[in-house]
């Protein structure tokens, strides 16, 4: 059993990562990968969990967070109505396949070369929630045959290697292709379940060799039982706010902030 002098500082950062996760989820609509992952990244380095396979243990751990939290949010989604099925049946098998890529490819790298990842794909994602906007079209539909068989393995590979569900990706992807916002979002909750489960069995078979307490494979039980929590808790309370206010300004304040953790990662990158 860990010490409480090594448990105590832990329990306490992950209470507060879990809770902004969860504000931040139910005010702006956030998928809460794009803010573990990187909350997870500077929690464990900072207590000494610093490793070459400190990002596996992140992604792993906020994928199974997104289990539980996809599963709640498509079956609300799915009593409004809001769910385009077809395009998640269109889109699935292809999303499964290349989540388990990601898993391969994933438990290969180094922590180094992931934290890469996440700083690229973040920076673009924040670049989008910032200066994005709701009339941008590539096209009328989404898009089938080759379109389909290449974009949907990329999400579900680009999705694990940065530990999220796929709404960050997929949302706007959607919405490029003329959804509306609120059927993206809600079909985008399923793309989370379909991404996370494989990736999540995946990763609890990872070997790693420098892990904090109750790690199991690349996924941290003690955090993933605390965040799911915190969430529970703090979603309803973020969802209220938004109910009251525009989020829409926040959003763009939340993309700026995502731009400066992704152009941090980068600068840990860059300086080894």
């Known amino acids: 059993m860990p010490e409480l002098s090594v448990l105590l500082p832990l329990i306490a950062m992950l209470l507060a990562i879990g809770a902004l996760a969860g504000l931040l989820a139910g005010l702006l609509g956030v998928g809460g990968g794009i803010v573990l992952v990187p909350a997870f990244f500077y929690a464990f380095a900072a207590l000494g969990y610093d490793s070459p ?43 499964v396949i290349g989540a388990v890529i990601g898993v391969f490819v994933a438990t290969q790298l180094r922590s180094i070369v992931l934290q890469a990842v996440f700083g690229g794909m973040g920076l673009c994602i924040g670049l989008y929630m910032a200066f994005g906007r709701a009339n941008w079209r590539l096209g009328e539909t989404m898009p089938k045959g080759v379109g389909r068989a290449a974009g949907s393995p990329s999400i579900g590979f680009l999705s694990v290697l940065m530990g999220i569900g796929g709404g960050n990706i997929g949302v706007p992807l959607m919405t490029l292709y003329g959804l509306p916002i609120h059927r993206a979002v809600a ?17 609890l078979f990872a070997d790693i060799d420098v892990a904090p307490p109750l790690t199991v494979g ?55």
């Open 53 to 95: 396979q400190l990002m596996q243990i992140c992604l792993g751990t906020s994928l199974a967070t997104i289990i539980v939290t996809s599963i709640r949010s498509v079956s609300s989604h799915h009593k409004k109505g809001a769910v385009d099925w077809d395009i998640l049946k269109g889109w699935g098998i292809g999303i």
């Open 218 to 272: 690349a996924v941290n039980l003690g955090a993933f039982v605390i965040i799911i929590a915190m969430t529970l808790v703090t979603t309803p309370w973020g969802a209220a706010i938004a109910h009251k206010m525009d989020p829409k300004p926040l959003k763009k304040v939340f993309g700026f902030f995502l731009i400066l953790v992704a152009l941090n990662m980068l600068r840990k990158v860059l300086l080894g």
């Open 187 to 203: 079909t985008a909750s399923g793309f989370g379940v379909i991404i996370a489960v494989p990736a999540v069995i995946g990763f």
